[in-house]
Nanobody, 118 residues
């Protein structure tokens, strides 16, 4: 089991910024990919951004140029960040951290609400 602790959601006006973080303790060296998904009301959960252990990144077309995913490993904790700039109302959703281990296990965070007002 890999416990994930998310933080950073909130309410922001359009054009503003938020930074999400997700910490996975005790997992140094076992995580292949860390990422963020989001789910808006009435819609399917979708990939926002992901980063592999070698720092390769992947972004949804809708967030390219506005969002930046990064990752660091320190003190027996892997942490993934999502810097979200130039936020739009359509970015409003619950954002979920996702972790894929090398052995194949997958874990989800509890979700954090991001609301962008117009």
């Amino acid at each position: 089991q890999v416990p994930l602790v998310e933080s950073g959601g909130g309410v922001v006006e359009a054009g503003g910024s938020l930074r999400l973080s997700c910490a996975a303790s005790g997992s140094i060296g076992s995580i292949a990919i860390m990422g963020w998904y989001r789910q808006a009301p009435g819609k399917q959960r979708e990939l926002v951004a992901a980063i592999a252990s070698g720092s390769n990144t992947n972004y949804a077309d809708s967030v390219k140029g506005r969002f930046t995913i990064s990752r660091d490993n320190a003190k027996n904790t892997d942490t993934v960040y999502l810097q979200m700039n130039s936020l739009k109302p359509e970015d409003t959703a619950v954002y979920y951290c996702n972790v894929n281990l090398y052995r194949g296990d997958k874990y989800w965070g509890q979700g954090t609400q991001v609301t962008v007002s117009s």
